[in-house]
């Protein structure tokens, strides 16, 4: 039996949602469209809605991979910079 490999993906400081918005706001990532959901699938979640998936029943866009996965090849290719969270609880915003 093969396990998948879980993701790990750089901390941001602050939420996929806002992240998301700036990204957009800027050209830099747009919402997917066509998008169908599993609606079988064990972690679909009807009451709540992804952003990047064009407002799609079944996920939110804080647990979306998808997102989280184009976000950090974006750190990791140098387009975008994050800060994380320091120690102390605060946090920065990364520069575009």
């Known amino acids: 039996m093969r396990h998948k490999l879980r993701?790990?993906?750089?901390p941001i400081g602050e939420s996929y949602a806002s992240l998301f918005q700036r990204l957009v706001q800027r050209g830099m990532f747009t919402p997917l469209l066509g998008?169908?959901?599993d609606l079988n699938s064990r972690s679909f979640d009807?009451?709540?809605?992804?952003?990047?998936?064009?407002?799609?029943q079944g996920h939110?866009?804080?647990?979306?991979?998808?997102?989280?996965?184009g976000i950090e090849k974006m750190i990791?290719?140098?387009s975008i910079m994050?800060?994380?969270?320091?120690?102390?609880g605060s946090s920065g915003h990364g520069d575009m």
């Open 60 to 69: 939110s866009i804080e647990d979306c991979y998808t997102l989280k996965r």
């Open 82 to 88: 994050v800060q994380n969270v320091d120690r102390g």
């Open 7 to 10: 993701d790990s993906f750089t």
């Open 35 to 37: 998008y169908t959901p």
């Open 76 to 78: 990791q290719d140098k």
């Open 46 to 56: 009807p009451t709540v809605r992804c952003a990047y998936h064009s407002d799609i």
